[in-house]
C-alpha cells in the first residue's frame, strides 16, 4: 500500500493503544501476510529522527508456509534467499539495513541487537 506500493517491505505498521511492541509487531505481520510466527528477540531499533518514528523488527521463527494476507494490505508475500532479493525495490531505508543485519548475523550463527539513527 501506499507509500511505497508496489516495492517490497517485512511486515510493520502502527501500536494500538494499549499493545505492546512485539504484540503490535505479531499483529502487523499476520494481518499484512497471514503468517503464523513466534515472536522472538528484539533484532533492529531504527530512529528516524526527520519522521518522528522508531522502527523495530524481532527475529519471529515462521510456524509454517501457508500465507493468507489480507488483499487490502498486501499485494503478495513472498519468501527469498538473499541472493534473490532485489535490493533497489525495498521500500524503506530500514528495512534494507534490517535484512543486512539479519543476513549478516545468519552468517555468523549469532543475532544480536542492531541499532542506528537513519537520516
Known amino acids: 500500500i501506499e507509500?511505497?506500493?508496489?516495492?517490497?517491505?517485512l511486515p510493520a505498521g502502527f501500536m494500538e493503544l494499549g499493545e505492546s511492541a512485539s504484540a503490535g509487531a505479531q499483529r502487523e505481520t499476520e494481518e499484512e501476510s497471514?503468517?503464523?510466527v513466534r515472536m522472538g528477540q528484539l533484532f533492529s531499533l531504527l530512529s528516524v529522527p526527520r519522521v518522528g518514528q522508531v522502527h523495530l523488527f524481532y527475529?519471529?521463527?515462521?510456524q509454517n508456509e501457508n500465507f493468507a494476507p489480507d488483499p487490502n494490505e498486501t499485494l503478495a508475500v513472498r519468501?527469498?534467499?538473499?541472493?534473490?532479493?532485489?535490493?533497489?525495490?525495498?521500500?524503506f531505508t530500514t528495512v534494507r539495513l534490517s535484512l543486512q543485519a539479519f543476513f549478516a548475523d545468519f552468517k555468523t550463527g549469532s543475532f544480536g541487537l542492531h541499532t542506528q539513527d537513519v537520516v
Request: hydrophobic fraction near 50%.
Open 79 to 91: 519468501l527469498l534467499a538473499e541472493a534473490d532479493i532485489d535490493w533497489h525495490s525495498i521500500a
Open 59 to 62: 527475529l519471529a521463527p515462521l
Open 3 to 9: 507509500p511505497r506500493k508496489g516495492y517490497w517491505t
Open 34 to 36: 497471514g503468517a503464523s
